[in-house]
Each structure stands twice: as structure tokens, then as C-alpha cells.
């Protein structure tokens, strides 16, 4: 079974809400977003047999401190959304909660209503909440319930657009990005949330974003930065690094997948595409043309997927 790990949707009511806040979507330029039928005839062609759905952006890190009533407002929609897709196409579809992180209260609330009464099966979490890191410890009792749930947090990037300089040619897109991942991955490796939380199962969009790139980088810095005092971690900090998992969502560069096998291994790589934002063929083609063993390929194309959200 192949399982396409980290793809993206707008439930219709989730469209509706953001457009009665004139807020701006990119669902002329990618319909798909929102056509479940058309999402099908793509797997079809492709032989994927199910999606992992996750709310596309703008997603709830758009309201500020002062609008937690519409967060949580969104957030209930959005999943509704999801929910309602998951449950008319089981076989076809697995939902992922978005939550309304502004207000923990609010987190815990909607993660217990989406992962329990909606039966969703993990929850996507953005690489800041409105500048706040993800690793401060006011989020550490989510962390404590989504630990004990056993569900999946699948990170996705967030802003990236920090001056002039990034704000043009989508800069903070193409750049901006993947380093909003490595750095939410970063502050929660040296500020000892992955220590504190070892069972946190946090998947990265994009294959750990630079992170893989850096190994050796990071290994020598965390060396100077432990002599220094500014690391209090009990052992080294790839240790930690490795045990986020990543998705093969690498645009179809074959040498990021080498790159990303090399560093977080066959156990914690999922086959991911980024659909409908990058097409799926290239993806699948560059996952095909991978040389793998027998037993990696059905890890990374499905079985790590299926461990992961109970499938």
C-alpha cells in the first residue's frame, strides 16, 4: 500500500470561512485544494491508494494573540472539513487536525474533540504561533497530551518573509521556509524538548528541510556550543536531530532523497509529496527511480505511514 504522507486540502466550509474574512486563498491557482473527486483521480493514475490530508495555508497561525474566538471558530470548521472527507472515503483518505495554538486551553480542547469524537489521526503544527517557538514551555502540556494519545505532529512551515530582502521573488518560500523548519526543529532539540519528550513523533515536510544538509555543521557547532555552556543536552545533538521523521516532499532531487536516507534512515522517511502544490509525478518518479531494498521501499511507500497514524 503507498500513502502519500503529507498533502493538503481546503474542506469547502474551511474556503467559505476564509473568503467571508476576505482573506486571500490560493485555491484559483490550485482547485485541487478543494476537489475530493479530482484528489482520487490522481492517486488512481499514480497507483497511491490513500492521502494523509492536512489543512492547507493560510491556516490558523494568521490571528493574532486578540483573536482566539476566531481561531478556535476555524479550527473547529477546518476539521469538521477533514473529518467529514475521512469519513465518507475511509479507504481513500486519512485526516489530520489543525490546531488553535494561540490559546493552549483552546489546543487541548480541539485536539481532544478532533483526535477523539472526529477520529483524526494526528495533528500539523507550524513552526511558530504568531512568533512564539514552538518549543516554549507553555506548549508543554499539548506535548503531554499528544504523547499520550500516540498521535503523530506533522511540521509545517510558517512565515519566512522577516525583511525586505526575503519578501521578493518568493524568497520567503523558497527559502524563508525550509529554514523555519530547521530552526523550529533546532529550538526543540537544544531547549531539551525532544529530551524531555523522546516519544514525540514529529514528522518534517521536506525531508528535515537543511537539517540533513548540515549534519556535520551542526555536530561541530554543538560541540563549541556545549564547551561553552550553552547546551545542556545529555548526549549529542544528532542524536536528537535524528529523531524527527521526513517526508520525500523534495520537488523529485533525487540527491535530497540520498541525502535525507543517509541521515534520518528507511524507519523515518515517509513517502510525502506536497500534493496538490507540486504534481505528483514528481515525486513519484524520483521515489521510483530510488535504489532501494525491497524492505526500505515498503517502509518508506506505506509501512512507516501505516505505524504511524494506526492505519
Known sequence: MVIDAFTHIYPQGYLDFLR????STR????????????????????????????????????????????????????????AEVTTRRPERFIGVATLPMMDVDDAL???DRATGSLGLKGVQIFSHVNERPIDDPRFFPLYDRIVERDVPILLH??????????RDYMLWLMIGWPFETSVAMARLVYSGVLEKYPRLKIVTHHLGAFIPYLASRIADVSRT?????????????????????????????????????????PDRILFGSDYPFVPLEETVES????????????????GNARTLFKV
Not at 48 to 55: A, G, N, S
Not at 252 to 264: I, P, T, V
Not at 287 to 302: F, P, Q, T, Y
Open 27 to 82: 485555491v484559483e491557482d490550485f482547485p485541487k485544494l478543494c476537489d475530493v473527486q479530482a484528489k482520487i483521480d490522481d492517486m488512481d493514475r499514480h497507483q497511491i491508494h490513500r492521502q494523509v490530508l492536512t489543512l492547507s495555508t493560510p491556516a490558523l497561525n494568521m490571528f493574532g494573540p486578540a483573536e482566539t474566538k476566531q481561531a478556535r471558530e476555524a479550527a473547529r470548521i477546518a476539521n469538521d472539513g477533514i
Open 109 to 111: 480542547s480541539e485536539f
Open 225 to 265: 556550543l556545549e564547551k561553552s555552556g550553552g547546551s545542556r543536552l545529555h548526549s549529542p545533538a544528532l542524536t536528537y536531530f535524528k529523531q524527527f521523521y521526513g517526508d520525500t516532499a523534495v520537488h523529485g532531487h533525487k540527491a535530497a532523497l540520498a541525502e535525507g536516507y543517509d541521515f534520518f534512515g
Open 20 to 23: 467571508r474574512l476576505n482573506l
Open 157 to 166: 512551515p510558517v512565515g519566512g518573509d522577516y525583511n525586505e530582502r526575503t
Open 287 to 302: 521515489v521510483g527511480a530510488w535504489n532501494l531494498s525491497a524492505e526500505d521501499r515498503e517502509k518508506i511507500l506505506g
